[in-house]
């Protein structure tokens, strides 16, 4: 089992930028991936950036070159730097993990931006 606890959501202004964090506990040796997600009231959730052990990124179209995502191997902790966000960046977000047999979320956290 993992367990997945996230942080730092909140509001910010159009253009602003936010920091939320995850950090993993449990069968951290297990984990292969981590990530995050985030879902719109009405809406599927959907990809929004993920991260190897080896440090491989992958992001959704719509936040390439505004967010980053990075690892703290040392503190099992998965980040994601937002830039130039806009109100269309409404939404849960939620930390994610996926080891070879299973995957894991966290509670979420909300990031609402005012226009």
């Known amino acids: 089992q993992v367990q997945l606890v996230e942080s730092g959501g909140g509001l910010v202004q159009a253009g602003g930028s936010l920091r939320i964090s995850c950090a993993a506990s449990?069968?951290?040796?297990?984990?292969?991936?981590m990530g995050w997600y985030r879902q719109a009231p009405g809406n599927q959730r959907e990809l929004v950036a993920t991260?190897?052990?080896?440090?491989?990124?992958n992001y959704a179209d719509y936040v390439k070159g505004r967010f980053a995502i990075s690892r703290d191997h040392a503190k099992n902790t998965v980040y994601l730097q937002m830039n130039s966000l806009k109100p269309e960046d409404i939404a849960v977000y939620y930390c994610?993990?996926?080891?070879?047999?299973?995957?894991?979320w966290g509670q979420g956290t909300q990031v609402t931006v005012s226009s």
């Open positions: 994610y993990c996926r080891s070879a047999l299973y995957q894991y």
């Open positions: 449990g069968r951290i040796s297990s984990i292969v991936t």
């Open positions: 991260i190897t052990g080896g440090g491989n990124t």
